[in-house]
């Protein structure tokens, strides 16, 4: 349940199922602090979480099997006759204890491509064959691109099978579309004026998301460009590092770093444009969002990004080693106004359709119901 896309599409999801008739129950770990909470967003929606303690992020046997332990407890008491798990860790615990309880219908979304990236290299080959074992327990395996669906095809060894399904995030963006570019004033709690250049990114400070990559772009290009700025949203583990980082480019002054922002569609309204420096990225929340927004994108060309961008035709895509990406972010700076010409209100209400809570629940619907069927549960 911290910031990111994973949890907001998964309260979205249990939110909208109740409206299917669906009782639901959803089991989450506490949020690391740094990177922020989205339990206050889920009780807003209606979604009363269930806490498991001893589900966290890293690999740690003892605490990993008493978070097991509690999720075979709370499916014992609720018996459900679906699981549905998100994330890695979750997913493999989740899968492993609905298997155990004799849940009938079992399902996993993966919200990245999770085979590279994030873990180290013999962590992620223990994961590739834990999770080759548990597509055989599972019924569905949802990812929300084609292309994360061929690599999991391919990397579980499951070419030709129909297991696999793509079905794109579901978001709220309403907020998004009725604030209307330049309307909020955020940038002046930065003391910055119109005619300032705001980049913006906003993403957890972890490694993966490879801010230094974007402040040394920020760095070099600012010698030419005194009124670039760049506005640093979001929290985790590299925040003194960074600040670190910053100061050490002689950028303090041009880079601010904002923390976790509520209200981030004021931030989107106000950035003359979104930029992501990613090493990895599954689908990322935020480019969709900022595009909801009218704010111009660009992105570093990895994992899901190309084909959220639409190849390039939604946004500018960044190459990942330090001088092609300094020289593809020019290009997107230089172009950002043109770009955002063509984020047009027709444009924004299509993009958001395309990514609605109702078309995500109305999928899921269609998926659980012909698998309960199959194994002979009634509705």
């Known amino acids: 349940m911290n910031y990111g896309g994973p949890s907001r599409h998964v309260i979205n999801l249990t939110a909208c199922l109740q ?38 992020r890293p690999v740690m046997p003892l605490s990993d ?8 407890r709370e499916i014992r008491s609720f018996r459900p006759h679906i699981v549905h798990t998100h994330t890695t860790k979750a997913g493999i615990l989740g899968r492993l204890a609905a298997v155990l309880c004799g849940v009938p219908a079992i399902f996993h979304t993966y919200h990245g491509f999770i085979f590279s990236g994030y873990f180290s290299q013999p962590v992620s080959q223990l994961i590739v064959g834990v999770e080759r074992f548990l597509a055989g327990t599972t019924d569905r395996l949802i990812t929300l691109t084609p292309s994360l669906a061929g690599e999991l095809s391919q990397r579980l060894g499951l070419n030709g099978s129909r297991k696999v399904e793509t079905i794109s995030l579901g978001l709220n963006l309403n907020k998004n579309l009725m604030t209307p570019r330049r309307s909020t004033g955020w940038r002046k709690s930065l003391n910055l004026s119109e005619d300032h250049f705001l980049v913006g990114i906003v993403a957890r400070l972890v490694p993966v998301k490879n801010h230094a990559l974007l402040f040394n772009a920020i760095a070099e290009l600012s010698e030419k460009m005194p009124w670039l700025h760049l506005a640093v949203i979001g929290g985790g583990e590299l925040d003194l590092a960074l600040k670190n980082l910053a100061s050490s480019l002689g950028m303090s002054q041009k880079i601010h770093f904002c923390g976790l922002v509520n209200n981030i569609e004021d931030v989107y309204a106000d950035l003359d444009l979104l930029v992501l420096s990613s090493k990895n990225e599954g689908t990322p929340v935020v480019i969709i969002e900022a595009l909801a927004s009218g704010c111009p994108v660009a992105a570093t060309n990895v994992g899901g990004v190309a084909e959220v961008l639409e190849s390039g035709n939604a946004g500018f895509l960044l190459a990942n080693d330090q001088q092609g990406f300094i020289s593809g972010l ?50």
């Open 65 to 72: 099997f008493a978070a097991f332990q509690q999720i075979v």
């Open 19 to 56: 409206k299917y008739g669906y009782e639901t129950r959803l089991l989450v770990g506490i949020p690391e602090s740094a990177e922020g909470s989205m339990l206050e967003l889920a009780h807003s929606c209606g979604v009363a979480p269930a806490i498991v303690a001893r589900l966290d």
């Open 330 to 379: 020019a290009v997107a700076i230089d172009n950002a106004a043109e770009a955002a010409a063509k984020l047009s209100d027709e444009f924004r209400q299509k993009w958001a359709e395309k990514y609605s809570v109702q078309t995500l629940a109305e999928r899921i619907d269609t998926i659980y119901r012909k698998t309960l069927k199959l194994r002979g549960v009634d509705d």
